[in-house]
């Protein structure tokens, strides 16, 4: 149709950080995002990834200050520390920490490892229970089993045991 924009982005997008605020060590790399925002990536056979994501469809942004001690593996930005042992990821050799100057206050964040579940920290809010478009509605429950029949419902509540472990965000200051 005549008169009608053919794009609809403001501007076009730069998905790839500047190099400047990435951190490569063997196979993972690591983005400073902002000084609490880090990106974490494991290629293992295959090339990073620099497409646009739906969090982040413009990564070249202005870089951070942070530094990088390659001797300790620590990236520290004004709020985190990244400890990287090297290897694949797992919760033995990658953590993220507050960083040593940063500022305690209340609902700080308090530290994160890979594999971290509610378990592990009760302020982990979890994911959900079903699909929020409803449709093929099969069982998001971490905790085992799994399948398909949605979430037993108990009562004039769900059962807890449906809802899955490991969620993506947590009141005690991380989110994946």
């Not at 469809?57 to 990287?84: K, S």
């Not at 530290?111 to 229970?129: A, E, F, H, K, M």
């Not at 490991?166 to 009141?171: A, D, E, K």
């Amino acid at each position: 149709m005549a008169g009608f924009p053919t794009r609809y982005e403001l501007r076009d997008y730069m998905p790839a950080a500047d190099p400047r605020a990435t951190v490569v060590v063997g196979d993972a790399r690591f983005t400073v995002l902002t000084d609490r925002l880090l990106r974490m990536e494991y290629r293992g056979a295959v090339a990073f990834e620099d497409r646009p994501t739906l969090a982040f469809v413009h990564r070249r942004q202005p870089v951070p200050p942070f530094e990088w001690d390659v001797a300790e593996g620590a990236l520290t930005t004004g709020h985190l520390r990244l400890r990287y042992i090297g290897g694949p990821f797992s919760a033995e050799s990658l953590w993220v920490e507050p960083a040593p100057a940063a500022l305690p206050s209340r609902g700080a964040f308090a530290g994160w490892r890979l594999s971290q579940t509610s378990g592990d920290d009760p302020l982990n809010l979890r994911g959900t229970i079903r699909t929020l478009d409803k449709k093929n509605n099969v069982s998001l429950k971490c905790n085992g089993g799994g399948g398909g029949g949605g979430s037993r419902w108990v009562g004039a509540g769900f059962d807890p045991s449906d809802h899955c472990a490991w969620g993506v965000v947590s009141r005690s200051g991380w989110a994946l």
